[in-house]
């Protein structure tokens, strides 16, 4: 996909919350934020799913559709709430070691095999 970038770069904290780990999110994340060329990260913590993203308006915009209407089948969003922070510059777009949160917990997902997709 050849699509001009246009538009001041922007960044955003982007906050999840629901059934999003052990469910593939992270990945799905990852896949989303390429097929858009934004640059960031993605990981959980002990009571969210943190996203970090910085690209053009349209394209964090396209990300945020995509996180609603297309979460992996085993996903369940309870909120999304994001804000927008001065922009880091990120080279590219990681998934990075999840960070412990004191008195914060995530909820459990069910025990499921892992889909032939997610593999």
């Not at 780990?21 to 390429?34: E, I, K, S």
């Not at 990300?63 to 590219?92: C, F, N, W």
Request: aromatic share 6%.
């Amino acid at each position: 996909m050849n699509v001009k970038t246009t538009g001041k770069i922007e960044r955003r904290h982007i906050t999840i919350t629901g059934v999003v780990q052990g469910v593939g999110f992270r990945p799905f994340v990852y896949r989303l934020a390429r097929e858009n060329k934004l640059n960031g990260s993605v990981r959980n913590t002990s009571g969210s799913l943190e996203i970090d993203v910085e690209g053009p308006e349209a394209r964090i915009q396209s990300l945020l559709s995509g996180l609603s209407t297309q979460p992996p089948p085993m996903a369940r969003i309870e909120h999304i709430s994001q804000k927008t922070l001065p922009v880091k510059g990120y080279p590219d777009f990681r998934i990075v070691e999840s960070q412990p949160q004191a008195g914060e917990y995530q909820l459990v997902s069910p025990d499921i095999a892992t889909c032939p997709d997610c593999l």
